[in-house]
């Protein structure tokens, strides 16, 4: 540990100007020894003053970001790939299902702070209607130390993976460079995961979990890519639809490993553009119908939204605050839609089936909201997350 410390705290070439030599036995007033001796003396008054110095440095270093973070996998910006490691490999493996389901988010700091969206995303796993249990398979991938360090506090499958060069730990506006980084980041991690033969369902932590939508069947059966919708137009195998990225359950073979590496390419053809928008183009490409995925838009009903909410109680299995920018206006309506379900889940079982109000949201939430971020005026305001 020693050996470590100094190599951080001095340089190579100090000891190089420091020379030593071992072939006299005595001091002699004659010889070298008495100024050897002194430089001796010197070298270790140095070395002993730089542990000193050093030792608190790496003490307060090693608190503000944990140890498992500095040896785990990251995303390297400048080669574009995910550098996976036995980390991830280990996460997913304690959290996977029997048939290797994995249920994915991603959190920064931003939203990890206490009673902020992580927090009511893990509550609304705890008063869902059988998803309890779903929180065992839940892997959060943390974009930043302070995410993973809060993560690691109160979860158990926690991954860090982290960017060279960019800071996520702040609320990344939409649509601004870092959102945009941060989107693409996603997409090449997910297809890490399918090419390690894990299925998933990722799902953004602002999304609220209030019915088990495996227990109550609300995925189609034979399909290999289904994404939620802003906005559902009845019929889930038309691409007409207007989905969104925020939540997706993919199942690991050829076809969708094949898309999602079409897909993450093709943001090459079309800068400046997130996740979805390149979604929206290729699916209409020769090039997308000839992977020959299978895919299916999942409807409103039971997977909604602000933009267009599940409006029967005792069909919802998400809801997701999307159609709203601002985080303070973020956390007022999942505020209220959590309190809408508790009064819904307190109801006798005659009086919920019953039960025909709808949730008290948007309120806060808006389109009005959106403003685009003054210092990215090259990026274009289009869709909405």
């Known amino acids: 540990m020693y050996k470590k ?54 003490i307060y270093f090693n608190d503000m970001i944990p140890s498992q973070l500095l040896s ?23 959290a996977a299902m029997k048939d ?10 931003a939203w990890a702070t206490p009673n902020s969206v992580f927090d009511l995303f ?6 869902g209607e059988q998803t309890q249990n779903l929180t065992s398979n839940l892997v959060i991938i943390a974009l930043d130390g302070k995410a993973y360090k809060r993560c690691m506090e109160i ?46 369902v990722f799902t953004d932590a602002d999304i609220m979990w209030f019915r088990n939508p495996f227990d109550f069947n609300r995925f189609y059966n034979g399909s290999d890519f289904q994404i939620a919708c802003d906005w559902y137009n009845g019929n889930s195998r038309d691409v007409n639809n207007s989905p969104n990225g925020g939540f997706t359950y993919v199942r690991s073979n050829e076809r969708t490993k094949k898309f999602y590496k079409y897909w993450y390419e093709a943001r090459q053809s079309h800068p400046g553009k997130h996740d979805q928008d390149v979604l929206n183009i290729i699916k209409h490409k020769r090039s997308f119908r000839n992977i020959g995925l299978k ?14 909410p599940s409006r029967n109680l005792n069909e919802v299995c998400t809801m997701h ?11 007022n ?32 939430c808006s389109l009005g909201n959106f403003h685009p971020h003054p210092s990215k005026k090259d990026a274009k305001q289009e869709k909405i997350v």
């Open 122 to 127: 893990l509550e609304s796993f705890r008063i």
């Open 72 to 94: 785990l996998s990251f995303y390297d910006s400048s080669s574009n790939s995910i550098k996976v490691d036995a980390r991830l490999k280990e996460v997913l493996e304690k």
């Open 100 to 109: 290797k389901t994995v249920i994915l988010t991603t959190l920064n700091e």
């Open 5 to 58: 410390i100094l190599s951080t705290v001095m340089p190579p070439s100090s000891t190089e100007t420091l020379p030593m030599k071992t072939t006299t036995d005595s001091p002699s007033p004659s010889g070298g020894s008495y100024t050897d001796m002194f430089r001796r003396r010197n070298l270790t008054i140095t070395l002993l003053v730089g542990v000193v110095l050093g030792l608190p440095c790496l």
């Open 295 to 308: 895919i299916r838009f999942l409807n409103t009903a039971y997977f909604g939204g602000l933009c267009e």
């Open 155 to 200: 979860h158990p499958h926690c991954y860090a993976l982290t960017t060279s060069g960019i800071d996520f730990s702040e609320e990344a506006y939409f649509m601004s460079a870092d959102y945009l980084v941060m989107m693409w980041r996603r997409i090449d991690f997910l297809r890490t995961v399918l090419e390690m033969g894990y299925n998933f």
């Open 321 to 331: 605050a999307n159609c709203c920018f601002g985080l303070d206006n973020k956390l």
């Open 333 to 364: 309506d999942l505020n209220v839609m959590l309190n809408d379900w508790r009064r819904f889940m307190a109801l006798p079982e005659d009086s919920k089936k019953s039960w025909k109000k709808s949730w008290n949201v948007p309120q806060n």
